[in-house]
């Protein structure tokens, strides 16, 4: 199946930005979605969009800074974040969804945001 890259993470001061890039090993015919993880907390949705590009959906607590794009020529998946605060700070993984589920998460690429 798919093996997935994530690339792009670093420190970064708050309000600066940052591109993350998702890397396909082949073409991914269904939606791609950006997640992350704090320590201690919960894996959160950050944002999706479907195979054609057409159609995306952020989490409330991203919208309007982050833009989630995708090259199929590429087979990759971006992720710009903008106007980046500390509670942005977080390891940032990017899935497949399949059957209803996403998978074939990747390793993760860290993202911290300093105040």
């Known amino acids: 199946q798919v093996q997935l890259v994530e690339s792009g993470g670093g420190l970064v001061q708050a309000g600066g930005s940052l591109r993350l890039s998702c890397a396909a090993s082949?073409?991914?015919?269904?939606?791609m979605g950006w997640f992350r993880q704090a320590p201690g907390k919960e894996r959160e949705f950050v944002a999706a969009?479907?195979?054609?590009?057409?159609?995306?959906n952020y989490a409330e607590s991203v919208k309007g800074r982050f833009t989630i794009s995708r090259d199929n020529s590429k087979n990759t998946v971006y992720l710009q974040m903008n106007s980046l605060k500390p509670e942005d700070t977080a390891v940032y993984y990017c899935?497949?969804?399949?059957?209803?589920?996403?998978?074939?998460w990747g390793q993760g690429t860290q993202v911290t945001v300093s105040s």
């Open positions: 969009i479907n195979w054609s590009g057409g159609i995306t």
């Open positions: 082949r073409r991914t015919f269904s939606n």
């Open positions: 899935a497949v969804l399949v059957a209803g589920n996403y998978d074939h």
